[in-house]
């Protein structure tokens, strides 16, 4: 199972969803359904977007968690 820590990262960086969704041009929506981890799936440009605007790697965002 992949963990979302997109939450955990924005808190840890006191940023506002707002604020990313301004850095990364992510619609409002989007960057909704991924904080709350509501999404089953998210593309390579997206995720390409989050790792720059929040200094990270695909690794910090989703996490593998065995069952």
Do not use: W
């Amino acid at each position: 199972m992949l963990k979302n820590n997109l939450s955990k990262i924005l808190g840890e960086k006191r940023m506002k969803m707002s604020e990313l969704q301004q850095l990364t041009g992510l619609g409002k929506t989007t960057v909704i359904r991924l904080y709350y981890a509501r999404t089953t799936n998210i593309n390579f440009k997206t995720l390409d977007k989050l790792c720059k605007a929040l200094d990270c790697t695909a690794h910090d965002i989703l996490e593998y968690v065995p069952d």
